[in-house]
C-alpha cells in the first residue's frame, strides 16, 4: 500500500490545527488504497499549539509531533518533518486552513501518475495582506534573477512531491535551508495546478518584514553566486 506524507509547519494554531488535521483525513478517506501520516512540527509556537498536538497524536497515532527546541524558522520547520517523513508522497500545507484540501487528489495525481516530481497548487488571488503580497512579488522576482527560477512559476505553500525530492532535499545540512533554491535544485518537472486559495480559519499570518529579508538573503547567497560576483565586480570598480 502506498504511504502519503503530510508535512505541517505549525505556529500560533491552537485554534486551527484541528480542523485542518481533520479534513486531511477526510479526503484521504476518499482513497482507501493509500495508508498516511500527519508530521506536525512545532516551531516553538507562543501559543498552546504543542498541547492541542500532543492532545491529539494521543488519540490517533497516524499524527506524529516534532517539537523543535527554539524557533528555526518556517523552512527549517518544514525539512525537520521532512527529515522523518516514511511516505512515497509528500505534501506540504500550511496550518491555518487556507490550503484547499478538498483539491488534495487534484495536487496529488500528476505526481501519482508519474508525469510530474513536483506539484504546486496555482492561487490566480492570494488572500493575504498587501504588504505579504509585495514581499512574494519580490520573492518571485529575486528567484528569476539568482536562482533561475521560470518567469510564470509561483511557488506556494501547498504541494506534493514525490520521495526521491524529499530524499534530496535533506542532504542540505547547511543553516537557513531555503525550499525553493532546494527544489529547483533537485527538479524541474513540476506542473502547477489552478485552485482558489480559502480564507484563514483564524488567526493572521506571522511572516513579517524582518523574517522576508533574512529569508532572501539566506536563501539567495546559499544558492547562488551571482549575490558574490556582484560584490566581487562592484568592489573591484570602487577600488
Not at 485542518?20 to 482507501?32: G, T
Not at 504543542?50 to 524557533?71: G, W, Y
Not at 503580497?133 to 509561483?154: C, R
Request: net charge positive; with cysteine; proline share 4%.
Amino acid at each position: 500500500m502506498k504511504k502519503i506524507s503530510f508535512v505541517i509547519p505549525c505556529y500560533g494554531s491552537e485554534n486551527t490545527i484541528k480542523p485542518v488535521i481533520e479534513e486531511i483525513e477526510k479526503y484521504v478517506a476518499l482513497r482507501s488504497e493509500y495508508d498516511y501520516e500527519i508530521i506536525c512540527v512545532n516551531d516553538t509556537s507562543p501559543d498552546n499549539v504543542i498541547i492541542v498536538l500532543k492532545d491529539i497524536a494521543a488519540q490517533n497515532k497516524k499524527v506524529k509531533v516534532v517539537d523543535l527546541s527554539r524557533n528555526f524558522g518556517k523552512h527549517s520547520a518544514v525539512m525537520a518533518g521532512f527529515s522523518i517523513v516514511k511516505g512515497d508522497y509528500v505534501v506540504c500545507l500550511d496550518d491555518d486552513g487556507q490550503c484547499p484540501m478538498d483539491r488534495l487528489w487534484d495536487l496529488l495525481d500528476p505526481v501519482i501518475s508519474g508525469g510530474y516530481d513536483y506539484s504546486m497548487a496555482k492561487y490566480d488571488k492570494k488572500k493575504q495582506s498587501g504588504f505579504k503580497n509585495f514581499g512574494s512579488a519580490m520573492n518571485s522576482l529575486m528567484s528569476v534573477i539568482l536562482i533561475d527560477k521560470p518567469k510564470e512559476m509561483n511557488f506556494s505553500n501547498f504541494k506534493a512531491m514525490k520521495r526521491f525530492v524529499v530524499d534530496e532535499m535533506v542532504k542540505y545540512n547547511n543553516p537557513y535551508p531555503y525550499l525553493e533554491g532546494l527544489t529547483l535544485r533537485t527538479t524541474r518537472s513540476i506542473i502547477t495546478v489552478p485552485m482558489e486559495e480559502r480564507e484563514r480559519i483564524a488567526g493572521e499570518g506571522h511572516f513579517t518584514l524582518k523574517k522576508s529579508l533574512s529569508l532572501w538573503m539566506n536563501g539567495f547567497t546559499a544558492f547562488s553566486v551571482k549575490p558574490l560576483r556582484i560584490s566581487t565586480f562592484m568592489g573591484t570598480i570602487l577600488t
